[in-house]
C-alpha cells in the first residue's frame, strides 16, 4: 500500500492504523447523527438542535471541525427543505412535514469524522420521501463503485445515472472531498461524470461522498450570510454523506450508524 505516499493528484495514501483514527471520528459523528434523531420533531429550532450537538461533540471528548472554520460558528450545518448545504442553525422554528439534513464534523485524536444524513420533522409527503430515499440510494451506489483500480468518475457515473433516472437532478456546485487529519484535501469527490475519467482509486485513500440531490433543477444560490446555499427554483433538496477508506477489495465506510438508522423513519 506504500502509506505515507501522496499520488501525483495530491492524494494521500493511509496505512491500517490511520484506518483505526479515522473509524473512531466516524463513529463519534455517527452516534451524534443517531442520537439527535430523538429530537427531531415540529416546534424545535434548528439552534437548538446545534446546542445538542455542540454539548455531545465535547462529551465525546472531540472538538467541532467547523466552528471557527473560515468564520463559521456552530457545530453542525442544518439545512431545511429548499436548503441545499451549509444551513446556519439558530430561531428558525421546524413544522412538520420540514425534511431537513444535519451535518457533523468532529475531530477526535487529529482524525476528521464528517457526515450528513436527512431527517423529517413530523410527517411529510410521498415526493419529499420519495427524494430522501433517491438521494440515500445515490450515495450507497456511489460507495459500492469504490474500489482499487476504480476512479473518481466512476462513483460520479453511479451517482447521476441513478439519481436522474429517477428525473431528480444532481446538484454541480458542492462536492466531496479528501479527508483524513485535514478538513479538506484532495481530490474534489464529483457527484456526476463518466465512468473512467478521474484519479485512479487506491487503496488508503480517505474520502467522503456527500451528493446533494434536487427535486427540481440543479443550480443553487448563495444566501446574503455568505453560508447558505439554496436551490435557485425553489425545489426541495436532500443529501447524505459518508467518510470512507479504500480496502482491499472496497470501502470501509467510517460514518455507518451504530445504531442501524441510516434513514429517517419513513411512513
Ligand atoms: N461538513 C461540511 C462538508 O461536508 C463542511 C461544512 S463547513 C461549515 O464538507 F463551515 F459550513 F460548517
Ligand atoms: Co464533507
Ligand atoms: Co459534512
Known amino acids: 500500500m506504500n502509506d505515507g505516499r501522496v499520488t501525483k493528484e ?30 427531531i420533531a415540529p416546534g424545535v429550532t434548528t439552534g437548538e438542535i446545534d446546542a445538542f450537538i455542540t454539548r455531545r461533540v465535547v462529551e465525546l471528548n472531540s472538538v467541532s471541525a467547523t466552528i471557527g472554520y473560515r468564520g463559521y ?45 436527512m431527517y423529517v420533522a413530523g410527517k411529510t409527503n410521498r415526493k419529499a420521501e420519495r427524494l430522501i430515499e433517491v438521494t440515500h440510494d445515490s450515495l450507497m451506489r456511489g460507495i459500492e463503485a469504490v474500489r482499487p483500480g476504480a476512479t473518481f468518475g466512476d462513483i460520479g457515473q453511479a451517482i447521476q445515472s441513478y439519481a436522474e433516472s429517477q428525473r431528480m437532478s444532481v446538484v454541480r456546485d458542492f462536492c466531496g472531498h479528501g479527508i483524513g487529519r485535514v478538513f479538506h484535501a ?18 488508503g485513500m ?44 472496497g470501502c470501509e465506510v467510517f460514518t455507518l450508524s451504530p445504531g442501524g438508522v441510516f434513514m429517517p423513519k419513513l411512513a
Not at 420540514?98 to 475531530?107: M, R, S
Not at 484532495?186 to 487503496?203: A, D, F, M, Q
Open 10 to 39: 495530491g492524494i494521500r495514501i493511509h496505512n491500517p492504523e490511520d484506518f483505526a483514527g479515522m473509524h473512531t471520528a466516524g463513529q463519534i459523528t455517527a452516534r451524534i447523527l443517531d442520537e439527535v434523531g430523538a429530537m
Open 73 to 117: 460558528q456552530h457545530a453542525s450545518c442544518i439545512s431545511v427543505n429548499h436548503v441545499v448545504c451549509h444551513g446556519i442553525p439558530g430561531e428558525k422554528v421546524l413544522r412538520d412535514g420540514d425534511i431537513l439534513n444535519i451535518d457533523v464534523t468532529v475531530i477526535h485524536d487529529g482524525w476528521f469524522g464528517d457526515s450528513s444524513r
Open 186 to 203: 484532495p481530490p474534489n469527490v464529483l457527484h456526476y461524470g463518466r465512468s473512467g475519467k478521474g484519479p485512479v482509486i487506491e487503496e
Open 206 to 249: 480517505f474520502f467522503t461522498i456527500e451528493p446533494m440531490i434536487n427535486l427540481g433543477r440543479p443550480e443553487t444560490k448563495i444566501l446574503a450570510d455568505e453560508w447558505t446555499a439554496v436551490t435557485r427554483d425553489k425545489s426541495l433538496s436532500a443529501q447524505f454523506e459518508h467518510a470512507v477508506g479504500v480496502t482491499a477489495d
